[in-house]
């Protein structure tokens, strides 16, 4: 569940910047390669976030 909280979180932060590298008429490609590099970080923060500790 927490997973799915953050995941939303950070999709949320995502949009956001996409929308406000729009209004300031960035190329759409790069648009395209920030959101991709955002969406990875975001998927390795918060499994590394989320994860739960080994017993060993």
């Known amino acids: 569940m927490s ?6 979180g950070f999709a949320i932060v995502i949009a956001g910047l996409v929308y406000a590298a729009h209004l300031v008429h960035m190329p759409s490609h790069w648009i395209l390669v920030g959101a991709v590099v955002m969406i990875g970080i975001g998927i390795l923060s918060a499994v590394k976030a989320t994860r739960q500790k080994d017993a060993n």
């Open 3 to 8: 997973f799915g909280l953050y995941a939303a």
